[in-house]
């Protein structure tokens, strides 16, 4: 009898010790779909205008504790009704508690700041301070320019188009080349960019024309876009330089095409990188004015 006794107790502590287990995973997976919605309000808010990738976004030290954090032990007999009532403690602490909207605040200026600095290595000025408001960081400036190296691969792959992304694009980049199961396991980092300077592509349609052309096709982004604004008489490190441009519009003639194209700043990284390596005379035939008064 008594050692009968002894294995229905076991079994009950295993069946209370797996249904814990199932509690706790399941309240720790509704934690983590509360997150996911008040990062979706976060960036439809456009309070900030850097964000990171929401597998980022958990990385930060105030989510990680919300999202790890153990909650008051359930009723083992109201599952459901438990995990349903801490769920709504930590989306109503989301929304309304000023604590921790400051202290996300708080971790998401800190990883902009961060991620900022290593940009700023990418582009040659490691060490780059200002004590001016109106400086903008070197990555942040408007011909500052990445792509991402793990979606690119390298030049004998032949990549047909890489991306060219601005900083905000960058920090909210996930590459579109590994299935959503790959993605979720690669970590973003700072160091799979690369300043857009010189970009191999490869066009197969122009091979039976010229092959050496075909492979040589070398955009540089940074280059173009300095040009540009060295046409215009604008300065790249001014934060009033962007709203500037906005208002040019469409004002940039591309001589080089059979058929001139005129287009906005933002497309000239896209549209005159199909001049192939841009050499000096190349550059030359690229032509911007202000808008008149």
Not at 225 to 251: D, M, V, Y
Request: glycine share 4%.
């Amino acid at each position: 009898m008594r050692l009968l006794l002894t294995k229905i107790d076991a079994e009950i502590l295993s069946q209370v010790e797996k249904k814990e287990r199932r509690q706790k995973a399941h309240a720790q997976q509704m934690r983590r779909t509360d997150i996911t919605r008040h990062y979706d309000r976060i960036v439809e808010g456009k309070n900030y205008p850097v964000i990171p990738i929401l597998a980022e976004f958990r990385e930060l030290p105030i989510i990680k504790a919300l999202q790890d954090r153990d909650d008051a032990k359930p009723i083992l007999s109201d599952t459901t009704n438990s995990s349903s009532a801490n769920t709504r403690v930590l989306e109503s602490e989301l929304k309304r508690s000023e604590l921790i909207g400051g202290m996300i605040d708080s971790d998401l200026k800190n990883w902009v700041r961060t991620t900022l600095v290593a940009f700023d290595s990418m582009l040659g000025q490691p060490k780059w301070r200002s004590a001016s408001t109106r400086v903008l960081h070197p990555a942040e400036r408007v011909t500052a320019r990445f792509i991402c190296a793990v979606c690119s691969g390298p030049p004998k792959t032949c990549t047909l188009f890489a991306e060219s992304l601005n900083f905000r694009e960058a920090c909210a980049h996930e590459c579109v080349r590994y299935s959503r199961k790959a993605v979720a396991k690669r970590k973003w980092r700072a160091d799979q960019f690369v300043p857009d300077q010189k970009v191999r592509i490869c066009l197969p349609e122009l091979r039976l024309i010229d092959y050496a052309k075909a492979n040589c096709i070398c955009p540089q982004a940074i280059d173009i876009l300095s040009l540009a604004l060295s046409l215009l008489g604008l300065k790249e490190e001014t934060r009033e330089t962007k709203a500037q441009i906005e208002l040019i519009g469409a004002r940039f003639l591309c001589k080089s095409c059979d058929s001139p194209i005129v287009m906005t700043f933002q497309r000239l990284v896209f549209v005159v990188s199909g001049l192939g390596s841009p050499s000096t005379a190349d550059l030359s035939r690229l032509g911007g004015t202000l808008p008149s008064a």
